[in-house]
């Protein structure tokens, strides 16, 4: 059987096809595009429909290259999702994660509910873009009066294939909506901030989930039908089910999500206090802290016009870069910044360190300080858990940054050992090969 994952992060989205040949497993990349938030209106936006045709050219380009996936499964970022009207039709704009309008939502989700109750009933994080803040703020500006259902965004596009819906469940657990110990929605969060219970009727499901087959229109355009399953819909999730060994693990990415996988979660004040969230996994309870992540290089690589690749850059900071930053990476200022060298200047400026002044510089101070703060997470975990972790697993397209796994390697004081750089991808085709067992 071939399986097509489709694997969409916050920068770009590839469709990645799967088949076993003596036993091993062969992957190919069939397409690739582009994928960044758009200013709209004084918000960033997702471009949905533009979305919707990406998926699509990825399932004719499987055509074109002679590949007929048996299945395919969609994953993507979590938290961001797609309201749908009485007649499924998006409720639009589909708004980014990284947009403000979260910060407000959560003022008013806590006036109902104190963060520190969320927290032991959902285990969540806070983070001012949770689904439960984005959606306190549509309720406050009118826009849930219209909606009769929603989707995260993985589940909307799958939606958009099969004509299926479905919550799954890593998904859902994201959402700061979701009782972590009984995996259901919670009922008594969901009337607290009066929000329409109709949106949560259906329950979510554990992954593989299958939902049926391409819509006859989508199958006439592509040339071929196939199942349209959900994988863990949650990239995270797709990634840590690929792991190539249990123990103490980095997910690299956009994100950098660094943590373990238990069987429960821990919602203590310890772990409050330390900012981890508890996300659903396959089987298991992702026990782990948001780390900004390559974000930042992704940022600095655009406000240098692209001049450099992300390769050159790391090569960059290697020969150049020699000071010990430990910016603050997790800092709102870095979640959607204007400018990201003038925000490390200013904070560099503000603590008495070398102003960075070339892109290996630059560089250097992102990958040093995201260093730091794995050091700082993994520790935080170790005091949590209880647990002593040997050695740092890292998976995701920044197991492939050599010199970052040195950095790494040198704050924690341990091993780095590296796994898939198409960690996601790969987690994703595994799921679907479970559904078929």
């Known amino acids: ?19 076993r040949e003596g036993g091993s497993l062969k992957m190919q990349e069939v397409y690739r595009f582009s994928n960044l938030p758009q200013e709209r209106e004084g918000h960033l936006i997702w471009d949905l429909d533009r979305l919707c045709r990406e998926v699509v050219s990825g399932l004719t380009a499987c055509k074109e290259q002679g590949i007929t996936p048996d299945s395919v499964g969609i994953d993507t970022w979590a938290v961001d999702y797609v309201l749908l009207d009485g007649e499924d039709r998006p409720i639009l704009p589909l708004y980014c994660y990284r947009d403000e309008r979260g910060a407000e939502g959560a003022k008013l989700a806590h006036k109902s509910i104190p963060f520190e109750a969320l927290y032991e009933r959902t285990g969540i994080q806070f983070q ?84 049926g087959r391409l819509k006859g229109d989508i199958a006439r355009q592509v040339g071929f039908s196939c199942d349209v399953l959900l994988p863990a819909t949650h990239d995270t999730a797709s990634a840590i089910a690929a792991l190539p060994q249990k123990g103490a693990y980095l997910s690299s990415g956009t994100w950098s999500l660094l943590g373990a996988e238990l069987p429960g979660p821990i919602t203590t004040p310890a772990a409050r206090a330390a900012n981890f969230t508890n996300e659903g996994g396959v089987g298991t309870i992702r026990f782990l802290k948001n780390i900004m992540g390559l974000w930042l290089v992704q940022c600095l690589k655009r406000e ?34 204007r400018s990201v060298m003038a925000e490390i200047d200013g904070e560099c400026r503000q603590k008495g360190w070398p102003v960075p002044s070339t892109p290996g510089e630059y560089a250097h101070a992102i990958y040093q300080s995201l260093a730091h703060a794995y050091a700082a997470a993994l520790q935080e975990l170790e005091a949590i858990t209880g647990e002593s972790f040997p050695a740092l697993c890292i998976v995701g397209g920044g197991a492939n940054n050599t010199y970052l796994n040195e950095l790494t390697e040198r704050a924690i004081g341990r091993p780095v050992v590296t796994g898939s750089p198409e960690a996601t991808a790969l987690g994703n085709i595994l799921l679907q090969e479970a559904a078929y067992v």
């Open 304 to 337: 240098l016009g692209d001049r450099y690749s992300f390769a050159q850059l790391a090569g960059l900071a290697r020969a150049e870069g020699s000071f010990d930053y430990r910016l603050d990476v997790n800092g709102p200022q870095y979640l959607a910044p």
């Open 1 to 19: 059987m071939v399986h097509l994952a489709i694997d969409i992060g916050a920068s770009s989205g590839r469709h990645i096809a799967a088949w």
């Open 128 to 211: 001012p873009f949770n689904t439960i803040y984005q959606l306190c703020w549509d309720k406050a500006h009118g826009r849930l009066e219209g909606a009769a259902d929603f989707l995260m965004l993985p589940e909307y596009l799958s939606f958009f294939l099969s004509g299926e819906k479905a919550h799954e469940y890593t998904n859902a657990s994201s959402t700061g909506l979701l009782d972590a110990r009984a995996k259901t929605w919670d009922a008594e969060i969901i009337r607290a901030l009066g929000l329409p219970e109709r949106l949560f009727a259906a329950q979510p499901q554990r992954p593989p989930v299958k939902l």
